[in-house]
């Protein structure tokens, strides 16, 4: 649930049936989160919210709500232009290299630029439309190597090089970049 607050702006609110108490932290997004017991009702967790400004003020370092509504832009910026553009990407080099993956998915995850899952499904950062295009595609081909190989081992990177002779330089040149939003 998402509850509006004039002065934390959205706060995300999960009930959690393990919880006996109330917890706030700061998400992933930046937003207030609280996790409250699964029946606690919407009354209660807005009284909780009230009664405990201060001490969520001063205990957890919140960004300004309008922080929050320039990063949600900026995501849906990077979705459609990442829908529109990295697919067909992935596309292109797997006929290209004679690669099959089962689909491709976009997400926003704060720490990783893609990921490769057994079942053949790549998974590509939205944060990749704010990187140079060399350093996109050898992702691209990261991913696609894991098809053939789900480790790091030396006949993945030889694949790797295989098709970007100069991985080395761009994966270097990528961890100037953060994949978050």
């Not at 702006?9 to 998400?27: A, C, D, H, Q």
């Not at 894991?146 to 270097?172: C, G, I, Q, T």
């Amino acid at each position: 649930m998402i509850l509006k607050d004039a002065e934390f702006g959205e706060v995300i609110v999960r009930k959690n049936p393990l919880s006996k108490n109330v917890t706030f932290k700061i998400s992933t997004s930046g937003r207030l989160q609280m996790s409250v017991p699964q029946h606690t009702s919407d009354f209660l967790v807005k009284r909780f919210l009230n009664c405990n400004r201060t001490l969520i003020r001063e205990k957890i370092p919140l960004s300004d709500p309008r922080t929050q509504r320039a990063r949600d832009a900026k995501k849906k910026m990077l979705m459609k232009k990442a829908r529109d553009y990295l697919p067909y990407r992935l596309e292109y080099y797997a006929k290209l290299y004679g690669y099959h993956y089962e689909r491709c998915r976009l997400s926003h995850a704060a720490t990783r630029w893609g990921s490769c899952s057994s079942s053949g499904t790549i998974s590509l950062n939205i944060g990749l439309m704010q990187v140079p295009e060399i350093l996109r595609d050898y992702v691209i081909i990261h991913e696609l190597a894991h098809l053939n190989h789900m480790d790091h081992s030396a006949a993945f990177w030889a694949e790797v090089a295989e098709h970007d002779p100069r991985y080395k330089e761009h994966r270097h040149k990528l961890k100037n970049f953060s994949p978050s939003v």
